[in-house]
Nanobody, 121 residues
Framework: QVQLVQSGGGLVQAGGSLRLSCAATGSVSSTMIMDWYRQAPGKQRELVATITSGGSTNYADSVEGRFTISRDNAKNTVYLEMNSLKPEDTAVYYC???????????????WGQGTQVTVSS
């Protein structure tokens, strides 16, 4: 079974930057999609960014132009570079390995443990 181990995150002032990492252990197909999600207190978990095996990316409107998702298939690791952070970016961030995508949504194979990102104003 694949395990996802996250690192990075922490406390930063508004306008600052952070980088999150998510390393997969176990058998991971290089064809699998990887996502970053976040969940703020009292809110539903939302999809922030996604990357395919070929490097195609997609972002939520709220982070477009500020966040960058990337992956190193040789290291089974996905990254989320977060710039120009805002207080509303405060949340617990999770990486996820997508098993497959259906018409009704995504089926997740594994979740990272989550990491807190706090942006002070």
């Amino acid at each position: 079974q694949v395990q996802l181990v996250q690192s990075g995150g922490g406390l930063v002032q508004a306008g600052g930057s952070l980088r999150l990492s998510c390393a997969a252990t176990g058998s991971v197909s290089s064809t699998m999609i990887m996502d970053w999600y976040r969940q703020a207190p009292g809110k539903q978990r939302e999809l922030v960014a996604t990357i395919t095996s070929g490097g195609s990316t997609n972002y939520a409107d709220s982070v477009e132009g500020r966040f960058t998702i990337s992956r190193d298939n040789a290291k089974n690791t996905v990254y989320l570079e977060m710039n120009s952070l805002k207080p509303e970016d405060t949340a617990v961030y999770y990486c996820a390995l997508v098993k497959f995508v259906t018409a009704s949504g995504r089926v997740i194979a594994s979740w990272g443990q989550g990491t807190q990102v706090t942006v002070s104003s």
